[in-house]
């Protein structure tokens, strides 16, 4: 593979030489201990990613003190020399399979929320007030103005956890100087609005950076490669933009070792998802601001941001873009990617599929978990389960991914497993939701099911409905049933007409192409599917409007929240009318009907209706076969309908509990 031999040259930052061109980028597992130093579960991740083939892996964001710089509850620390011994076994664990060790030294400044700094205010290089954190649930905060005393004593700390990360064996540092946080904030004019020597012009917003690196030289010798990770764009209009990130690099070149670029700011909820691309973006969104920055310096210049495949970041290293190549959600889906690839299995990668629901629940505080991989971050843990101690026989009904999560951990825990899907291939509504175009990470997970399942042993029955009868024969000793949702029947005046009919169709058939529709199309459901479905017709060039259904779409969770921080600015591009506070009324040929607030009321023409209502579970099927078996397991939507993450994991937890 061509791609493959630009990762695997080696690189230099400073006097260390990483084996090859992909960074373990730092990654906040929410696994550390209370008191912000090192378990089993941090070393064990750590482990898992070096193992896997990363030639640089850089531990998660660290705060520099105990005092204000904390960030999150359960991350690392390197304020105090009691956090050293912790953090040796890391490193230990990282040299072992010939990666170099590097840790992210980082200080929120005002994006530390008072709830993880004691309750005191959170400083800043301006007093400001407002909302400045990724948990968007959080009140404002009052910023307190760094004084110059407080600002010395800051750099001091920087400086103070470099050495400590290298009395600790990490072979270099990274410094946080993008996203918001303290260094960010001095260098964008929207949070330096200081009058003094660190405030104004480009270059006194600058020295606070400048210091903080001079320090940990200073405390370090010249020898500690550092690499500075920076926003290229702050992407929120009189921040920080490209060119001012091009001069800072200029500025930095001599005192760093290598840039790592970015984009974004925390406190500005609409930057977040091209911080942590979604789904709705193409690959490498950080790409040309990468190679910006590369042509303005003489250092090694990586890239983070989106990337979830070699062969797509062995084009960015090949061509030039980059001279490395940074991936978080990549290795926690499979931290064995690097491995996999480079030795010719790319096909057994579990693909990383943008949903965000690791950085979300990292977030929120909730230990790290990945959506596709349910062995993420307890790798070590799975890997040491005994073999079962009496082989059974399990039948699966329902080929969606909880069926086939639930059929593949059965299988390679080693019991005999058959696998009922009544549809000729399988995927169920996995096979819907990826089907748009703007879905293609999904589809890559949908594939490597199928993969995985074609060579697991599985007995599959394709094309067969699951009867009780059927199921009697197999004599199972357990059954998993795992047979879905489908949508509620839309239920407004009209839409029993029959010549009503001809315009109304489910989304589900608008993601697989199967229905017809006209140009003028309203969307009756403002839920995930129904905002997917209008972005997949507006693509196509309709006219798109969306309602609210009666009785909302609550339960219509199947977007996640950094997706809906994106979703409608994609979806007003595009010319979709949100009809906010509109709820379908009624339906006539041609023309429904909408209703507002006062019992206002309002006729679209539409020549169809996409309906996107919530869905339910199959239960008449689950009473059908629940009784058949003694010992029966309900997982996936069939259970309650929610997320992929939902129907992944509890299909993994029942074929555990076999």
Known sequence: MAFCEALRRPVHIGGVTVKNRIEAAPTLSQRANADQSVNRDVIEFYRAQAKGGAGLITVMEAAVDEDRAMTQPLQLNLGHDRFIPGLASIVEAVKYYGAVASIQLNHGGRQSPPAFIGGRKPLGPTAMTGRFTEDRRMPEVTVEEMTLEMIETVIGNFAA??????????????????????????????????????????????????RVIDAIRDRCGPDFPIELRIS????????????????????????????????????????YPVTHPCRYLPYGENVDRAAAIKRSVDKPVAVVGGIVDLEFAGRVVAEGKAD??????????????????????????????????????????????????????????????????????????????????AALTASWRGHD????????????????????????????????????????????RLGTEATPGLIAA????????????????????????????????WAADVFTGEAQVGRRVVVAGDGGIGLEAALALAGQGRQVDVVEVPGGSAQDLTVGVVDLWLLPDLLREQAVRLRSGWVLAEVAPGLVTLEGDGGRREQVPADTLVLATDRRPRSEVLESLGSLVQNVHVVGDCRLPRILYDAVHEGFRAALEV
């Open 232 to 271: 290229a764009s702050d992407l929120v209009p009189g921040g920080m933009d490209l060119d001012d990130a091009v001069r800072f690099a200029q500025i930095m070149q001599d005192r760093v070792d290598c840039f790592q670029v970015s984009a974004g700011m925390i406190s500005e909820a609409r930057t």
């Open 417 to 460: 497993v058959v696998l009922f899907e009544k549809r000729p291939e399988l995927g169920g509504n996995l096979a819907v939701a990826s089907a748009p175009a703007f879905k293609h990470d999904m589809r890559r997970f949908l594939e490597y099911l199928r993969r995985q399942m074609g060579v697991s042993g599985v007995d599959i």
């Open 474 to 505: 197999e004599e199972p000793d357990d059954l998993i049933l795992a047979v879905g949702a489908e949508p509620l029947e839309l239920n407004v005046p009209g839409a029993e007409r029959e010549d009503v009919r001809g315009m109304l169709v």
């Open 324 to 405: 490395i190549v940074a991936m978080c959600r990549a290795l926690i889906a499979d931290p064995a990617l690097v491995e996999k690839t480079f030795h010719g299995r790319a096909d057994e990668v579990v693909p990383c599929i943008r949903c965000n629901q690791c950085l979300t629940r990292g977030v929120h505080a909730l230990t790290v978990k990945c959506t596709t991989n349910p062995r993420s971050l307890e790798e070590e843990y799975y890997r040491c389960l005994p073999p079962v101690a009496k082989r059974k026989k399990v039948v699966v009904v329902g080929g969606g991914p909880a069926g086939m999560e």
């Open 161 to 210: 956890a470099a050495l400590r990360a290298k009395h600790a064996g990490f072979d270099m540092v990274m410094v946080h100087a993008g996203h918001g946080w303290l260094i960010s904030q001095f260098l964008s004019p929207l949070a330096n609005l200081r009058t003094d020597e660190y405030g104004g012009s480009l270059e006194n917003r600058t020295r606070f950076a400048v």
